[in-house]
């Protein structure tokens, strides 16, 4: 059974850093697609980053390029949102995500099959 976890998350001043963490087990593909998405109140999910834990084909959405890095550590199945410079505007909850494949670039909600509980992420003026 696939099981996605995340944490990492909290409440920081703008200017701030978080990591956030997302656990994964049960999967048995050899490469997979896990990817970062994140929701704030009264808007509409948001894809922010994508990666293969093969390491391969990774995007990071202009939104957040340049202050957000996504990465994966094989050993621990774990991937990483290291969250740099943060605004007020990226205040949300932070879900992680995994499918089998993804198209580079294309973060739609309804392709993945497998998620998280989902961690809040909450940045103050």
């Known amino acids: 059974q696939e099981h996605l976890v995340e944490s990492g998350g909290g409440s920081v001043q703008a200017g701030g850093s978080l990591t956030l963490s997302c656990a994964a087990s049960?999967?048995?593909?050899?490469?997979?697609?896990m990817s970062w998405f994140r929701q704030a109140p009264g808007k509409e999910r948001e894809g922010v980053a994508s990666?293969?834990?093969?390491?391969?084909?990774?995007y990071v959405a202009n939104s957040v390029k340049g202050r957000f890095t996504i990465s994966h550590d094989n050993a621990k199945n774990t991937l990483y949102l290291q969250m740099n410079n943060l605004k007020p505007d990226d205040t949300a909850m932070y879900y992680c995500?995994?499918?089998?494949?993804?198209?580079?670039?294309?973060?739609?909600?309804?392709?993945?099959?497998?998620w998280g509980q989902g961690t809040q992420v909450t940045v103050s003026s």
């Open positions: 049960g999967f048995t593909y050899t490469t997979y697609c």
């Open positions: 995500a995994a499918e089998h494949s993804c198209a580079y670039g294309v973060m739609d909600d309804y392709e993945y099959a497998h």
């Open positions: 990666m293969y834990t093969d390491g391969g084909s990774i």
